[in-house]
Every structure is written in C-alpha cells, then in structure tokens.
C-alpha cells in the first residue's frame, strides 16, 4: 500500500474499534474519523470518510445537523467520482432518511428521485432507493404515486433478471391496492404473483418467505371481506409455510444476481405476523379462547425481540395484537383486563407519535366499547365521536357508526339520529318484530355460510326473544338452545347472560320448573361474575381513560391511594 494511506488504514482501524466496543465509543470513532481531514485526503476518502461520519452521528447520536452537513458532503463529492456508487447511493439514501426524520420529506423526494434517475446501472441500489421511495409516499398516503413506483420497479427487475425482486415490488403493489380497496386489480395481480413465486427457482429461505407475504395478502383479503370460512385452506398452508422456515438455515450464499439482496421481513418477523393473521381468524370466526392463545403465545416472542431488535413493525404488531384481545376480553366478560390492555397500547403509542396517528380511532373506538360494557353511555358517545373524527377508513368508521347508533338506541330517545343505521336492531328495539325477523334471518344466512360463530350466536337469541315475545315459545326456544350452545363455545357473555334470562322464562311459561330453576341459577351466576369484573374494572385508576377524548394519550395515570393493580393479579 502506498505511504500516505497508511495514516488513513489506522485511523479507520481505530474508529471501528471505538464504534464496535462494548459499550460503543461513539465520541472517540468521531474524533479518529475528523482526523482524516486533516491529512487533505484525496476525493474518494474523503467522501468515504463524509458518509462514515454522517451514517455514525445519524445512528448512534442526536446530533442529526452535522450528519446532515456530512452525508451532504458526501452525496455532493461522491457524484464527480467515477465508479464509486456505493458510497454515492448509501448516502442519498441515509440522507433522506434523515430528512424524514427531520419531517423534511420535500428535499428527501427529489434526492431520492435524482438518486434513482443516476443509478439504473446498478440493480441493488435503484430497486433500493424505489422501495424507499415508495415507502416515503405510503407513510404519507400517496398510494397511487406508490404504487406507480413499485410497478416500474417490477419491471426493472423482470428486465436485469431478477424474478424473485419482481415478485417482492408485486406484492408490496398488491398490498397497497388492498389498503386502497382496488379489488378489481388485486385479483389478476396476486394471480401472477403467484405463478411467479411458485416458478422462481432460488435460496429456499428467500422462497418460502415470498410464499408467506403472498399467503399473508390472501389471508388478509378474505377477512376483509369476512370469508373465515372459504379462507381455512389458505390459512393452513400459511401455518405450514412458516414452519418449514422455521426449519430451514439461514445460508450465508449470496446470490449472484446483485437485485435479489433483498428481504422481506427476518424469519422471526414471519413468525409473529403469521401469529397475527390467525388471531385475526379466530376472533372473526368466534373462537376466543384459541385467539387468546395465539396472542399470548406472539406477544411473549414479542416481548423477546424487543430486547435486541427496536424495529418500529414490532410495536406495530404488538398494537394490533392489544387491539383484537380487547375486544375479546369484552365478548368473555373480562373488563378489567381490557382496560389495562388498552392503557398498554395508550403507553406504546406514547413512544411513538406514528403510531398513535395510525391508531388513535381505533384506541378511542376501543374505549367506546369498554364505557358501553360498563354502562358509562354519555363517555361512549363521547368516544365514538372521537373516533369518527380521526378515522377515513370505510369500515372502521361504519363499525363506529354501528356502535354509536347502539348507544343511541340505548338511551331511548334518539330514534331520529339513528334511523338510517340499524335496520335489524332498530326494527327489534322498536318493537316491529316482523321487519326485524326478516333482517335477522338475512343476517343468519350469512354469518352461517362463513362460520360466523359470534353472529349466529347474537342473531339466534334476537330471533328467540322476538318469537318469545310474539307467544311462540316452541320457536323461540329452537332458537335461543343453539345461541346458548354457541355463546358457551366462543364463549361469548352477554349472549349467555341473555340465553340464559330467556330460558328461565321459557321455561317457566311452559311450565318446567326445573328447567326454569337451573336457568334462573345461571342467569345468577353470569350477573355474579359480570357485576365484580364491572366493580373491578370501574375501580382500576385507568378507568379515567374513559374521560381522554383529545390530544395525545395521557401519562399513565396512578392510584389515588397505593399503587396501580398489576396486570397478573387479575389474570
């Protein structure tokens, strides 16, 4: 090596054993990179040298103005040196994230794009810098502009060979035209995504993870539409598929084609997301304690790498998971539980304002459902209402609607605000119980043809309870058996509550006076275990949330007298 290098291959030595120490020494790595300049460094090193600082001050300090004046440098200096894309991209692409960081996304987008203009001649970066890109328009919902990117670099990558990157661009298109609800174009889209995938020939690792984003769309497209049913065979070999990554080594073989360096998610990201889409199933198909299951089971591998990994998807799926064990603690009668759940996921969007943007109508929506559990029906309607104002997701805001038409109902006297909402319910309410059967027997049909168990359940017992009260008790009770079947398999609480009410007078205007007894006793003690989760619920200090309709998630609010209950005493 020629002498005056010498000085440099020391300096760098020393730096990068500063940054690697145990803990890192970031100031020390800092200081032996500054010193490079000194020597007046010929162009390359000194734009190596400009990234390498940027890249540490950006990801190991808070010092984001001189990272920004380095990775500048570097990105200006490395474009007049010929072959020298690496340090050339990796800065353009460090930079915009820092600009991202900074909520500066208008310079990061011509960079980038100047960026993927300059660099069609090396494959890794220019499908690099478009999924970032492409990233950067999905945060601030630009799908269409996204989802333009992501097909030109679908064919980038069919024209330089790489049909394992196709198919990666593919299916993150397919899975913003889900987002936007394009369904006439998902169709032919994942069809092709999916002779792509089972055709591509490559590391079985990179394979079977394409198999698993691919499932994952179609699972998620057929809850979306509510096929729990028609979706089993799909979730099944999703289920499969990562079990068989789980068994597979990660080979350290590079591919030889430089567009394929790319993955989905760690296998270890799959498993958890695979865990997801099946608490998602199980709650929409009503198996509750199979869904509480899974969730335990992903939030413990959950709560492990969060210790060594503090990637942002992490506390995404955590969030999610909380979501559907809320609702699940709700339908089997454990309020107090659901409430220090979503005091959870109030502290984990505390950490991240992203996060609260995404979630906050369904946080609101979710406490809207525990003040209707617990009777607190003005801080429903308060909630609800939050959550209409936060949300332009359709069937979100539908489900909002739905709820807050309940509450209004509920009080009696708020026909008008909800006769367009509710048909079935309202008819049922209203006393007009022909209309009502109708619109229940339609409801049945349907949650019947798709294993619905939670709206079978609910529609059987409307069902009895209108041929109840319409005098035909032989009826009536071929109805509300079945509900009360169902509602203890799911198990579901209010319906058994309700089954349980209408057997026992069922029962006594037939005159079986055992039957009624042993119904009365249920009845007793379903009142009995609802009315002390009740007094637990509303005694817990995060009862308080039920007030919190603005701004961001209140600091963890403590007990007036002693310390807040934990978590595993009510469990």
Known sequence: IAAPERWYLALLGFAEHFRTSSPPKIRLCVHCLQAVFQFKPPQRIEARTHLQLGSVLYHHTKNSELARSHLEKAWFI??????????????????????CQQN?????????????????QTPYWHCRLLFQLAQLHTLEKDLVSACDLLGVGAEYARVVGSEYT???????????????????????????????????????????????????????????????KSVKPCLKQLQQCIQTISTLHDDEILPSNPADLFHWLPKEHMCVLVYLVTVMHSMQAGYLEKAQKYTDKALMQLEKLKMLDCSPILSTFQVILLEHIIMCRLVTGHKATAL??????????????????????????????????????????????????????????????????????????????????ITGL?????????????????????????????????????????FYVLGNHRESNNMVVPAMQLAS????????????????????????????????????????????????ACSLPEHNLISWTDGPPPVQIQAQNGPTTSLASLL
């Open 78 to 99: 490395s474009q007049q040196v010929p072959q020298f894309e690496d340090v050339k991209f990796e800065a353009a692409s460090i930079l915009s994230e820092l600009f």
């Open 104 to 120: 500066l996304v208008d310079s990061a987008k011509p960079l980038l794009r100047k960026a993927i203009q300059i660099s069609q």
């Open 166 to 228: 196709r198919a990666l661009f593919l299916l993150s298109k397919g899975m913003l035209l889900l987002m936007e609800r394009k369904l006439g174009e998902v169709h032919p889209l994942l069809t092709l995504c999916g002779t792509i995938v089972e055709n591509w020939q490559g590391n079985p690792i990179q394979k079977e993870s394409l198999r698993v984003f691919f499932l994952v769309l179609q699972v998620t497209h057929y809850l979306d539409a509510g096929q729990v």
């Open 426 to 466: 309202l008819s049922f309410f209203q006393g007009r119980y022909n209309e009502a059967k109708r619109f229940l027997r339609e409801t049945l049909k349907m949650s019947n043809a798709e294993d619905l168990n939670r709206l079978t359940a609910c529609s059987l017992v409307l069902l009895g309870h209108i």
């Open 340 to 421: 220090q759940e979503i005091s959870q996921v109030c502290q984990l969007c505390q950490q991240s304002p992203r996060l609260f943007t995404n979630h906050a109508a369904q946080l609101h929506t979710l406490l809207g459902l525990y003040c209707i559990s617990v009777n607190c029906m003005d801080n429903a309607e308060a909630q609800f209402t939050t959550a209409l104002r936060l949300t332009t997701h359709q069937e979100l805001w539908t489900y909002i609607v739905t709820n807050l038409a309940s509450v209004y109902i509920r009080e009696g006297n708020r026909h008008q605000e909800v006769s367009e909402v």
């Open 489 to 536: 398999k799911i198990p579901d609480m209010s319906v058994q509550l309700w089954s349980s009410a209408l057997l026992k007078d069922l029962n006594k205007a037939l005159g079986n006076t055992m039957d009624a007894h042993e119904a009365a006793q249920m009845h007793q003690n379903f009142s009995q275990q609802l009315l002390q989760d009740h007094i637990a």
